[in-house]
């Protein structure tokens, strides 16, 4: 039997229908109608007719969530982060690497290939190896002493190990054989992305004519605009083909920061993630990052020796709820910024991203105030909010 959900507002990729039905069957997203006339056979009906639907977020740049990190490489706290992850509208995501030992990363990648398709909650959709090619200046909380120029070969080591599941991976494009490592990366479909670097505007520029297409959570350790030196933040938001990532915690990037990227870049190419730690989800206190000890205080994750930004433990449903607020775009445009964008960007979008006949039905109810009321899995809901003046 098939569920029927009565919609006030389904944001899909390319509009957005208003009192509506969609039809749920076997977990998939079987049909879309515009009046109950067209409704046929037996059916469950919720009515979500004074609420807004759309797809589930897809997040790819999250560390850790609830007090697990990927990089403690267990299978227990994939799934802590994944169950986790629920209550903040995503349903894929992207365990994301630090820059560690190669004996670390080469044991995580192998940790998420032999058992990406066991864990539950949200699904693990790939991998991100952020780095460990970058370079010192901007490293941020990534350790230098593991930081090279990239190398095929140990890319292929942990694709191999990983199952085929790394989806995108990051370097500084002033390294050396930058251009190769791309070129091979594009031929693997493995999407490369630009981050902790120093790099001019032409560095940047030859690393995406050979391939790379994603700048990591732009405006953070990267070289800034100058007038006479564009560094990577021009690069982000003027060269083609590419998305650009953010980070919308008021924290990270000043909210006027972000519109000039939205409105340079296009509300198409700009992607919300969370670049979350282990301390999300558990509000103020010590915690980790890696190897380093790290503060959260007042919203926001410091390293302890140094001060530097350390990730963030912003939520997904509050970047999409931040920008809207902040009048940077509509809630429509946000939705797919932390959805479809983000699965294009990585070329998931066959997967996830989007509300479609024959995909998943993984999606998201919020309410007039742009709040999350309910997520749910393959047709499921898996996590409901308890908001003040829901009935």
Request: hydrophobic fraction near 40%.
């Amino acid at each position: 039997m098939s569920e029927i959900y009565k919609i006030g507002k389904l944001i899909l990729t390319d509009k957005v229908l208003e009192n509506v039905y969609l039809e749920v069957k076997d977990g998939k997203f079987m049909g879309l109608y515009e009046n109950d006339s067209q409704l046929n056979g037996e059916y469950t009906l919720i009515d979500y007719s004074n609420k807004i639907v759309g797809p589930g977020f897809v997040e790819t740049h999250i560390h850790g969530y609830l007090g697990k990190d990927v990089m403690d490489g267990e299978i227990e706290g994939l799934n802590t982060i994944a169950q986790g992850l629920l209550s903040t509208g995503v349903t894929s995501w992207l365990p994301t690497t630090l820059t560690s030992s190669r004996q670390s990363l080469n044991d995580v990648c192998q940790l998420i290939g032999e058992n990406y398709q066991n864990i539950k909650g949200a699904k693990i959709q790939g991998i991100f190896l952020e780095g460990p090619y970058f370079t010192t200046k901007h490293k941020g909380a990534q350790n230098p002493d593991y930081m090279s120029d990239p190398v095929i070969e140990e890319l292929k080591n942990w694709q191999a190990l990983s199952n085929q599941m790394i989806k995108k991976i990051a370097l500084a494009p002033e390294r050396e054989h930058v251009i190769s490592f791309v070129e091979y990366a594009q031929s693997q479909n493995i999407k490369v992305g630009l981050a902790h670097s120093e790099a001019s505007f032409k560095q940047a520029e030859k690393a995406v004519k050979a391939g790379a297409n994603i700048f990591v959570h732009t405006y953070n350790g990267m070289s800034g605009l100058h007038h006479r030196e564009p560094g990577m933040v021009g690069a982000a938001m003027t060269l083609e083909h590419c998305y650009a990532e953010v980070i919308a915690d008021g924290q990270h990037v000043h909210p006027k920061a972000i519109e000039v990227l939205v409105k340079s870049r296009g509300v198409e190419e700009v992607i919300l993630i969370t670049d979350s730690m282990r301390a999300a989800g558990l509000g103020d206190g010590r915690s980790r990052l890696g190897e380093f000890e790290v503060e959260v205080k007042d919203g926001c994750a410091r390293l302890v020796e140094g001060g530097s930004l350390a990730g963030s433990i912003l939520k997904m449903n509050e970047a999409v709820k931040n920008i809207v607020d902040w009048g940077i775009v509509d809630l429509p445009s946000a939705v797919r910024m932390a959805s479809i964008n983000a699965a294009k960007s990585v070329g998931i979008e066959e997967k996830c991203g989007a509300i479609k006949l024959g995909f998943d039905a993984d999606f998201i109810v919020l309410n007039q105030n742009n709040e999350l009321e309910a997520t749910y899995l393959n047709g499921q809901k898996v996590y409901e909010a308890h908001l003040e003046g829901n009935q």
